[in-house]
């Protein structure tokens, strides 16, 4: 069900500071910071030329991101994102198995402008999973 990896996601305590070490010590490709309000998150894609690393910093106060650094204060992987071809066909097959979706279920448009759903780290091992539908 599950396609290709399309991010890893890493929270950041210093978006620019750590925009600057890909760009500059790793020498990636490195996009400018985009404001994700609904997500409460700025983030900053790095293009890789198999995936994609999505940089992430708090936005407001009641980011979702902000108690994760609190408790990683340097930062963290926060997530991994795999590509779905259908979601709701997804969901439908994550529930039956007894997978819990996060928030209200229902899919928000992520970053890329495309449905996403989040699945309870509990349930894999530790690992937050985000599904993005391509
Ligand atoms: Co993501």
């Known amino acids: 069900m599950i396609g290709r990896l399309n991010h890893v996601a890493i929270a950041v305590p210093d978006l620019q500071a750590a ?3 890909y760009r500059d010590t790793l020498g990636a490709t490195v996009r400018p ?11 900053v894609f790095i293009e890789l030329p ?6 992430l ?4 106060d009641d980011s979702p991101i902000k108690g994760f650094l609190e ?7 926060h997530h991994m994102c795999y590509e779905v071809e ?12 007894g997978a819990r979706v996060l928030g209200n279920g229902e899919p928000k448009i992520g970053a ?9 780290p509990k349930d894999f091992n530790g690992c937050l ?3 993005e539908q391509i």
């Open 112 to 120: 890329h402008g495309k449905p996403v759903l989040f699945l309870h």
């Open 86 to 97: 259908d979601i709701l066909a997804a969901r439908g097959r994550l529930e039956a198995e």
């Open 129 to 131: 999973i985000e599904l």
């Open 50 to 55: 198999n995936t994609k690393i999505e940089l």
């Open 71 to 77: 408790k990683n204060p340097s930062g963290g992987i």
């Open 33 to 43: 910071p985009q404001d994700e309000p609904d997500h409460g998150v700025t983030v």
């Open 19 to 21: 925009a600057a070490q």
């Open 57 to 60: 910093h708090p936005l407001g």
